[in-house]
């Protein structure tokens, strides 16, 4: 049984750019949370998505669009990106019923 | 009103001590309590939870202690080994039409000597 898979697993990008990450969420799970973990700090929630949409948002700006797919398969989309937004970017999953939440090993994001 | 705090940041313990890191919230609509372990590499996974009805749960060596009054719960790990040195995170969650959102602590990063 596979458990959260994210790729890629490090990128580097520079200001202004733009970045996807990817996120399957573990077998029979249909709920994607992305969290941001910088250096030595808790997860930060970015946001939630359910049946396709989001659902739940943290205190991100618009920057941060996400999309999940029929699959339950979960993009993370960051536009502009801005030095601050280096950090190891965390996918979880669920159901939509339960608090536990399986997480997937990150994507570490550098920006230069 | 969404923020968990959560002490020490950091904590050294002897081999067979017991380790205790604390929280506190501040939403009393918080429904669901976890506490995570995260070792470097790894994404964090679930320890061992407490709903707010139940003042303490114990799973092997963990328990969580929870003072719904005080708006604060703790982790103990009883005689603590080099393997549980890992970085702990206490959460909260609240359940709405959306599902469960999950706050985390600031995290305690825990080394056991040996």
């Known amino acids: 049984d596979a458990g959260v898979t994210q790729s890629p697993t490090h990128l580097i990008k520079t200001r202004g750019q733009q970045v996807t990450l990817r996120c399957s969420p573990k077998s029979g799970h249909d709920t994607v949370s992305w969290y941001q973990q910088a250096l030595g700090q808790g997860p930060q929630f970015i946001f939630q998505y359910y049946e396709e949409e989001e659902r739940q948002r943290g205190n991100f700006p618009d920057r941060f669009s996400g999309h999940q797919f029929p699959n339950y398969s979960s993009e993370l989309n960051v536009n502009a990106l801005l030095l601050g937004d280096s950090a190891l970017y965390l996918c979880a999953s669920s159901g939509v019923n339960t608090g536990e939440l399986f997480f997937g090993e990150g994507s570490r994001l550098t920006v230069l | 009103q969404q923020q968990v705090k959560q002490s020490p940041q950091s904590l050294i313990v002897q081999k067979g001590g017991i380790s205790i890191i604390n929280c506190a919230y501040e939403n009393t609509a918080f429904d669901y309590f976890p506490w995570y372990q995260q070792f470097p590499g790894k994404g964090p996974a679930l320890l061992i939870a407490i709903r707010p009805d139940v003042s303490e749960k114990k799973e092997g060596r963990f328990t969580i202690s929870f003072n719904k009054s005080a708006k604060q719960f703790s982790l103990h790990i009883m005689d603590s080994q080099p393997g549980d040195s890992a970085t702990y995170f206490c959460?909260?969650?609240?359940?709405?039409?959306?599902?469960?959102?999950?706050?985390f602590g600031a995290g305690t990063r825990l080394f056991v000597k040996a």
């Open positions: 959460a909260a969650s609240l359940q709405n039409t959306g599902g469960f959102k999950t706050i």
